[in-house]
């Protein structure tokens, strides 16, 4: 995964600097050197460090950069993260590249935290989802597991996952479980299967199939999920999923399930504030 996040960084640098910034060019000598620190300017929880460290280096491998605070710390405002001492045109150059990724990572983390420290006591985790922004879900997912969540699949690659519409253009739940294990024994693959379920029925249906690894109970409620819970009483692992929120949350974990899914915690979180500084 490492080519992917270099080619968002060369995206980055691409979109925003294109042939020249031309307002550092004509107002900072190209000789001239200084120094920021990156001051954060709210509660929460640090992610982006490395990948910002990595993108001042990309455009000058010569600044110094003197790290205080690293990924997973909790910060509040006033906490200075980094120093950056160097060519002033390199730090400008980079600026608004590494606000962008480390305040959409640390809002990431910062949200898994708080969801993460809401199931204190129940054996849930947390699972990020796909609904990531297109070209960052490397370091969006990295973001999630630095706030104390866990990782679903990263793509449509790593896992293979009948969804309604698999399952409803397959034929059916059997047809469905059937031919994805008979695709991983064909092409040699390893990969977890996991199978969603709109109700009761379909879970008694998998569960008679067999073959699968995890069942995601779409759209469940609390109380039917308890009961599916009871049914299934540790025979695959459960995943509840479909518009779980904050509020919600522990009443999902209190049933017993293994894992909760949240898209939240990528698709619509809030960036933590933070600033460079010349100092």
């Known amino acids: 995964m490492e080519h992917l996040i270099d080619n968002l960084i060369d995206l980055a640098f691409a979109e925003d600097i294109a042939d020249g910034d031309h307002t550092t060019l004509c107002s900072i000598p190209a000789d001239a050197t200084g120094k920021v620190k990156l001051i954060i300017k709210e509660v929460g929880i640090l992610a982006g460090v490395q990948i910002g460290k990595r993108v ?8 110094k950069i003197d790290l205080l605070l690293n990924d997973g710390a909790k910060v509040k405002p006033g906490d200075v993260v980094f120093t950056v001492e160097g060519k002033v045109q390199s730090i400008l150059n980079a600026e608004r590249i590494v606000l962008n990724i480390m305040q959409r990572m640390s809002g990431i983390a910062t949200t898994t935290h708080k969801y993460v420290t809401v199931l204190k006591g129940t054996k849930a985790k947390v699972l990020d989802t796909r609904k990531t922004t297109p070209g960052m ?6 973001a999630v597991k630095i706030g104390g969540g866990e990782n679903h699949r990263m793509g449509l690659f790593d ?3 009948l969804k309604d519409n698999h399952v409803d253009f397959a034929g059916g739940i059997e047809k469905a479980i059937l031919g ?4 991983l024994k064909d092409n040699n693959k390893a990969l977890k299967i996991e199978i969603e379920v709109r109700n009761m029925e379909e879970l008694k249906e998998v569960l008679r199939v067999g073959g699968v690894d995890r069942v995601m109970l779409d759209n469940f409620t609390p109380e039917k999920t308890k009961k599916a819970v009871e049914f ?12 779980i929120t904050f509020l919600t949350i522990r009443d999902y974990a209190e049933t017993g399930v293994d894992f909760i899914s949240v898209g939240a915690l990528t698709h619509s979180v809030k960036g933590l504030d933070m600033s460079l500084i010349a100092f």
């Open 232 to 243: 299934v009483n540790g025979r695959v692992e459960l995943e509840s999923s479909g518009g």
């Open 159 to 161: 896992m293979i996952l």
């Open 137 to 142: 879900r490397v370091l969006e997912k990295q």
């Open 180 to 183: 994805a294990n008979s695709y």
């Open 56 to 63: 001042f280096h990309k455009v000058n491998p010569e600044l």
